[in-house]
């Protein structure tokens, strides 16, 4: 098993408390504490280069964030004010994406203890999101000649805005999201299938709808590796989601989704995504089911 951990802190945390940056230090230590892990399973990541950076975000985009110079519209957008220490987590979450899904490829799963950051465009960040993790580590296996077919299966309650742009006209990387329909991005983009859900849904029907997406994904795009983004803030007591998903509802997607693709021997790469309950228990607790459930079903 591999996992990836970032020792990079945003400290103090950001003005706006909605982000809780302490759940990627809880995560593992809860990990090791259940015995889910081992402290040989962890890694820091080294940063990514950057040219492979370039193979999806542009060059201008990418020396603003490199030299610091967003403006503060950008900043505001993104929602960190911007810092060499910011740049220095993402570029180290980017590669921890990549080593992730190397480890998957030979492996069958990894994790990144962070990731997920799909609001991040080519050309700009926003939410919270400077690199797109998932995009960086797709367009790296394709470059690289490692896969020839991606699939992203994200969960987040936000639409993958920025993943969907990126892979919009490149068909090796299949995007799919499925999201609170009035949630943030409030100007979706188009993925390749979106599955847009009403305020307040619960456990049955929305387990209902993945059951029924995962075989129609797996048996449609046949992909070399899945990228999945397991947001945990569909819980119904996230603070941003508008959904009304409990944490065994919660579990039982992610238990879906390692067995749909199990059956197929599918590698799987799993980034955090989003959780913004207000207890940060139910954040971690819920995380980390999300890793005991892959590692139980991948046998690892
Ligand atoms: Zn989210």
């Known amino acids: 098993m591999k996992i990836a951990f970032h020792d990079v802190y945003i400290h103090p945390l950001p003005p706006d408390h909605r982000f809780p940056m302490v759940k990627y230090e809880l995560i593992p230590q809860q990990l090791l504490r259940e015995g889910v892990i081992t402290a040989e399973d962890i890694f ?79 050309d700009k960040g926003e939410g919270f999101c400077l690199l797109n993790d998932i995009g960086v580590a797709a367009n790296y296996l394709l470059d690289k000649q490692k896969i020839s077919q991606a699939l992203v299966i994200d969960l987040d309650v936000h639409q993958g805005n920025g993943t969907a742009a990126i892979f919009e006209n490149n068909a090796s990387v299949y995007t799919f999201s499925m999201h609170g329909a009035h949630n943030y991005p409030f100007h979706k983009e188009r993925s390749d299938w979106d599955v847009p859900l009403p305020d307040g849904i619960t456990d049955g029907a929305y387990l209902q709808q993945l059951r029924t997406a995962l075989p129609i994904l797996v048996n449609k795009v046949r992909p070399d590796i899945v990228y999945y983004l397991s947001g945990v803030d569909i819980l119904e007591t996230d603070k941003l989601g508008k959904l009304k998903i409990t944490p065994d509802g919660c579990l039982e997607r992610d238990r879906l989704v390692f067995d749909a693709l199990k059956r197929h021997d599918i590698p799987v790469a799993v980034v955090m995504g989003g959780g913004y309950s207000p207890r940060v228990k139910d954040v971690v607790d819920a995380h980390c089911k999300t890793f005991s459930a892959g590692i139980d079903i991948y046998g690892q």
Not at 94 to 109: K, M, R, V, Y
């Open 44 to 122: 820091t990541p080294e940063p990514v280069e950057e040219e492979v950076i370039l193979l999806t975000h542009t060059r201008e985009y990418w020396k603003k964030l490199r030299d610091q110079e967003l403006s503060y519209r950008e900043q505001r957008s993104i929602g960190f004010v911007q810092s060499p220490l910011l740049t220095q987590r993402e570029i180290t979450i980017a590669q921890g994406t990549i080593d992730i899904s190397s480890h998957a490829l030979e492996n069958g799963l990894g994790f990144n203890v962070a990731g997920g950051t799909h609001h991040a465009f080519a």
